[in-house]
């Protein structure tokens, strides 16, 4: 009987042994790299041998909302049984593209799709917008992945009605203001993420919240400094957001190239563009350590979030001499 005991706790170690060895090897082709989507955006620019404005934009939007739902493992964030609940970083990594193209499906709304303030909105996009800002940790009733399916189907009929003649309701304007706006908005999400990776290290920082006028007042009153640093626990999840958000406007600025090109080339701006899909597409290589590393800032060890940090200042930076250069005439 001891004998037999023996043999069934071996046979259940070995099992379990088994079991975690191949969900390790499934989590680590589910949080695998993806590849970049950039030459079948910027090949996207015409129908029929025919140009047509906002194409390439839109069809960057729509696969890398696409990617999010149909990448290996599907879409993770709203996951509530292991093992894909107990992974974060492709979640982290899916809500940084998320939030990105959930700024532009807005810009498309509020500017690129309307000719002036007082133009209707158009009737695919006030669709899509909303359904792709859903809670994307909700997983039933309705869940993020149908919804945000829904809001890709609405997109490729307006992308459609962008090539159809027919339909001269539906448009794309391709002019400096349009993307000054939407660039403007980038730049705040760029210096937000640059602010929470260089906490990884924690620093001391003064409050410039009201810099620069003398009249301006807030809510409640806040220290003069305060040592602001991410958790330990948080350092990969906002390296992962980070570098998901670069990902996402790496090719939605591919996009912009192609279709804003005239505007960009009149204002001497190509080089200012290339320049910040440089820095982005830095971002983008290979992570050689098993994990993110959080190493002070001159000490022995790395810092993969200082690192990331700098790369998306340096292409904050560009993208702030970009919007100078579209303001002026």
Known sequence: ??????????????????????????????SRELALLVDEVQ????????????????????????TLLDKPGGYLSNDVLPPFSLLDNMPAWEFGVLEMSRDLTLALRRDFSRSQSQS?????????????????????LP???SEYRKAIAQLYLYRSALADANQPDNQFYARADNLRSWLKNVEKRLGSYSQRLSASVGQERFNTDLAGDAEARQSTG????????????????????????????????????VDFADVLHRRNAMVSLQQIIRELEATQQTVW????????????????????ANYISRANAALIELSELLSQG
Not at 1 to 30: D, E, G, H, P, Y
Not at 120 to 140: C, G, K, T, Y
């Open 1 to 30: 009987m001891s004998l037999l005991n023996k043999s069934l706790q071996r046979t259940l170690l070995l099992s379990a042994a088994i079991l975690v060895f191949l969900l390790f090897l499934l989590s680590c082709w589910i």
């Open 43 to 66: 090949n996207s620019h015409s129908v029929n041998q025919q140009r047509v404005v906002g194409y390439p934009t839109v069809t960057a939007l729509i696969r890398v909302t696409e």
């Open 120 to 140: 209707a909105e158009n009737a695919f996009l006030r669709v899509a917008q909303p359904q792709l800002n859903i809670d994307h940790q909700s997983w039933m």
């Open 143 to 145: 869940s993020a992945e």
């Open 222 to 257: 806040t220290m003069i400094a305060q040592r602001v640093q991410t958790s330990w626990w948080k350092i990969d999840d906002e390296f992962y957001e980070a570098r998901g958000a670069a990902w996402a406007l790496l090719h939605f600025l591919k996009a912009v190239e």
């Open 289 to 308: 350590s098993p994990m993110v590393l959080n190493g002070s800032g001159f000490g022995l060890l790395a810092n993969h979030s200082l690192v990331m």
